[in-house]
Nanobody, 127 residues
Framework: QVQLVVSGGGSVQAGGSLRLSCGAS????????MGWFRQAPGKEREGVAA????????FYADSVKGRFTVSQDNAKNTVYLQMNSLKPEDTDIYYC????????????????????WGQGTQVTVSS
């Protein structure tokens, strides 16, 4: 069973940058699609970005396109979320998730399609 460990959260001023990392261990081949999600208090969990671990296809929420970049390392055991030009509305708890189903434009952002979750990490953007 794959396990996910997230690091890189923190506080930053508007316009700043942060990079989140999600390291996978165990049965890493389980993660055919890796997704980044975020959730603020009282709001539903929403997809931020996702990456296909086999073909490096990427997907982004409209709200982060042009600012966030999802990538993976050469060994395909770690995924990253580079967050630039951060805005106060990006303040959320961010999660990394994996699923054994390939990424797709219609399903990558659906939290309930993911099987394994890392711990949440707080990202706070102040103005």
């Amino acid at each position: 069973q794959v396990q996910l460990v997230v690091s890189g959260g923190g506080s930053v001023q508007a316009g700043g940058s942060l990079r989140l990392s999600c390291g996978a261990s165990g049965y890493t081949y389980y993660r055919n699609c890796m997704g980044w999600f975020r959730q603020a208090p009282g709001k539903e969990r929403e997809g931020v970005a996702a990456i296909s671990t086999d073909g490096d296809s990427t997907f982004y929420a409209d709200s982060v396109k042009g600012r966030f970049t999802v990538s993976q390392d050469n060994a395909k055991n770690t995924v990253y979320l580079q967050m630039n030009s951060l805005k106060p509305e990006d303040t959320d708890i961010y999660y990394c998730a994996a699923r054994d189903v390939r990424c797709g434009v219609s399903t990558w952002g659906l939290w309930y399609t993911y099987n394994v979750w890392g711990q949440g990490t707080q990202v706070t953007v102040s103005s």
